[in-house]
């Protein structure tokens, strides 16, 4: 079966489980406090966060927890120590749903990735 494409962030959220909404829109709140230039997309069939033309990030519900997909290992890399136990694999980080949303943390990987996307559009206008 196909999955519904979305069109929005609100469409995504609004697809959810009541209880994964709330979680899904602090996320959603989060990234947008900490890069508020990002813009929002649907990339994949996920709510996604561009900046500068490229993604920052994706993030997605599912059923037994969340995730934020930062597009980057260097970010993950650089930032290991600060995700504690979480469960990270090649380019996820998931999420339990019984934790408190980690604010703190979302707003420090959006903001090594908006970094990262600066500092791409950088090198890339430097080598024109």
Known sequence: MKSPAFKSHDAYIAAQPERMQRILETVRETVRKAVPDAEEAISYG????????RVLLYFAGWAEHYAIYP???TALSEMQDELGGRKV?????RFELTEKVPVKLITRIAKVRAKENADHKT???ARR
Do not use: C, E, R
């Open 123 to 125: 090198a890339k206008s």
């Open 89 to 93: 694999s090649k380019g996820t980080i």
């Open 71 to 73: 597009g980057s290992t």
């Open 46 to 53: 996920m709510p996604a966060f561009k900046l500068h033309g």
